[in-house]
């Protein structure tokens, strides 16, 4: 099992930043990815950004390209979102979560952190 949470978030102004992080604890050693995902009211959840936990290489959605920029810090067992001209369409609430293998889904998400931005 591994266990997630999330911090960072809170109401902004558009155009403003916020950096999310993501502790991870537990069975950790398995770690093949780690991403953020987000979920606005009456959407259904969305991929944000991913890193491979072994070289780092990252993939982020469209709507975030250019905006937000996924990192981690595996002395930490920590990945972090950082979040660059946000817009209100960025308002939801963002889970972190664990791939442990590439054949698998996302199996082990945090308890979500509320991001808001006021246009």
């Known amino acids: 099992q591994v266990q997630l949470v999330e911090s960072g978030g809170g109401l902004v102004q558009t155009g403003s930043s916020l950096r999310l992080s993501c502790a991870a604890s537990?069975?950790?050693?398995?770690?093949?990815?780690m991403g953020w995902f987000r979920q606005a009211p009456g959407k259904e959840r969305e991929f944000v950004a991913r890193?491979?936990?072994?070289?780092?290489?990252?993939g982020y959605a469209d709507s975030v390209k250019g905006r937000f920029t996924i990192s981690r810090d595996k002395g930490k067992n920590t990945v972090y979102l950082q979040m660059n001209s946000l817009k209100f369409e960025d308002t939801a609430i963002y889970y972190c979560?664990?791939?442990?293998?590439?054949?698998?889904?996302?199996?082990?998400w945090g308890q979500g952190t509320q991001v808001t931005v006021s246009s």
């Open positions: 537990g069975r950790t050693d398995s770690t093949y990815s």
């Open positions: 890193v491979i936990w072994s070289n780092g290489i990252t």
């Open positions: 979560a664990v791939q442990s293998r590439a054949d698998r889904n996302f199996e082990f």
